[in-house]
């Protein structure tokens, strides 16, 4: 019973360096979503997919791209790395009342 | 986008008191969910609890209850016997029926429970 797996749980990038975080469910949801957290601000939302084949920008898009590869899958890339982007990223997925969340990647851009 | 305002950065509670945390939201919408999270240092986002916009009683998990006042879009979380585990960042969040139905969350409170 894994339901959302996210990884790498930790990175360190270099500036302008690219790279992508995995996110997979295994619980047959439609919609899933990726967010930051960054102290004092909460989390927020960065993209979504509502379904298989379809993404929606979020609050904070800029400097990332996603790809729903299938109906598990939801991958969040960063293309070139800026310390601006130093966060927790967490994937989630949902039912309709309730929401699922991986375990986060804290990533850090030097 | 809906705001989701948390007023209250950090608060504290005495192990076995009763401590209530606020959030207040802004919509126009009728239909909604409203949730708490619960966020211990091992970040993991815990659902602590649920209340749907339609109903009007208060959801209540055990020692976790909410005060929900649709009309001053006021939604509380009581946490009664306080106990060390209970020491989190807590969120306050809404979820919209549109906008693909994200999570809109608060900054967050603090919670530090002492003994």
């Known amino acids: 019973n894994a339901g959302v797996t996210q990884t790498p749980k930790f990175q360190v990038l270099k500036t302008g360096q690219s790279m992508t975080l995995q996110c997979a469910q295994d619980?047959?949801?439609?919609?899933m979503y990726w967010y930051r957290q960054d102290p004092g601000m909460g989390l927020r939302l960065i993209y979504y997919?509502?379904?298989?084949?379809?993404?929606d920008k979020g609050e904070v898009p800029n400097g990332y791209n996603v790809s729903r590869l299938n109906k598990r899958e939801f991958s969040l890339r960063l293309e070139s790395a800026a310390p601006s982007q130093t966060s927790v990223y967490f994937c989630a997925s949902y039912l309709v009342a309730e929401a699922f969340f991986g375990q986060g990647t804290r990533l850090t851009v030097v | 986008a809906q705001t989701v305002t948390q007023s209250q950065p950090e608060m504290s509670v005495q192990e076995a008191e009763t401590v209530t945390l606020s959030c207040t939201y802004d919509?126009?919408?009728?239909?909604?969910?409203l949730f708490w999270y619960k966020q211990p240092p091992s970040r993991q986002m815990i659902l602590v609890i649920r209340?749907?916009?339609?109903?009007?009683q208060n959801a209540t998990e055990n020692r976790f209850s909410v005060n929900f006042q649709k009309a001053a879009k006021s939604f509380s979380l009581k946490i009664s016997d306080s106990q060390l585990g209970d020491a989190a960042m807590y969120f306050c969040?809404?979820?919209?029926?549109?906008?693909?139905?994200?999570?809109?969350f608060g900054k967050g409170t603090s919670l530090l429970v002492t003994p």
């Open positions: 619980m047959n949801h439609n919609s």
């Open positions: 969040a809404y979820r919209s029926f549109n906008s693909g139905y994200a999570l809109n």
């Open positions: 997919s509502a379904s298989e084949g379809t993404t």
């Open positions: 919509t126009s919408e009728s239909d909604y969910y």
């Open positions: 209340q749907e916009a339609y109903k009007q």
